[in-house]
């Protein structure tokens, strides 16, 4: 039986990080759920679509074709044959994404990919309704939270690694913020903490602490498979 670690959680709490190391420890694949969303909102903005018109997301989410591919431990997405980098990864991006991720055609979209992701083995899935509407019923559920500042902090850090920074550290948090009430409010599978969840505050834990609170929380078996840090 395929076995998948459902983590979910605002922008900036750590998923991403957290979830690629336990993915290389347990030797599951990562996938990040986000990247999904990001690539449909790129894909609307590069074809002209207003993203403020729900019907016209919709309409044009149809036509959007994504590959995936379990690539390095992770899965990997292509669009035409063509991987999206860092172009998904901009303030413009992000200032489209949650919008877009509101549309329920797009929401069905991308929970049907996620579950015929399981046809690669086992999978660490990182999102915001993994927990609640993807996976509702694995026994490995995580909500990664941390403070607004932290979150902030972590997500400025991340800008100017990838060279894409162009924000202070204040409009990064007011962007998080933004993101969160769009994302706790929309009508289908706002980002909450699942019932039976493991919820883990991130703002003072060490990036390790949280991968070795993760692991040890798993069902008994799931964490054969480690390996050595």
Not at 34 to 59: E, F, H, K
Not at 62 to 76: L, S, V
Not at 165 to 182: G, T
Request: hydrophobic residues 40%; contains cysteine.
């Amino acid at each position: 039986m395929v076995k998948v670690i459902a983590i979910d959680g605002p922008s900036g709490a750590g998923k991403s990080s957290v979830s690629r190391i336990v993915g290389e420890r347990l030797g599951f694949l990562h996938v990040d759920s986000g990247a999904l969303y990001r690539i449909m909102t790129w894909q609307c903005l590069v074809r002209g679509v207003d993203t403020d018109d729900p019907s016209a997301v919709a309409a044009e989410s149809g036509k959007i074709d994504i590959e995936c591919r379990p690539e390095g431990g992770a899965i990997a997405y292509y669009v035409g044959g063509e991987a999206p980098g860092n172009r998904i990864r901009t303030p413009e991006i992000n200032a489209h994404a949650s919008k877009v991720a509101t549309v329920k055609e797009v929401r069905d979209k991308v929970t049907a990919l996620l579950r015929g992701m399981t046809a690669h083995g086992d999978l660490v899935i990182e999102g915001r309704d993994i927990t609640t509407a993807v996976f509702p019923d694995s026994p490995a559920r995580f909500y990664l939270t941390a403070s607004a500042e932290a979150r902030a902090r972590r997500r400025q850090k991340e800008e100017v690694e990838k060279g894409i920074a162009n924000q202070s550290a204040e409009s990064v948090k007011a962007s998080l913020l933004a993101r969160d009430a769009i994302d706790s409010t929309r009508k289908y599978a706002p980002l909450r903490k699942a019932d039976g969840a493991l919820e883990i505050d991130s703002s003072d834990m060490t990036l390790e602490q949280v991968v070795e609170t993760v692991i040890a929380a798993l069902p008994e078996g799931w964490r054969a498979a480690q390996k050595a840090k």
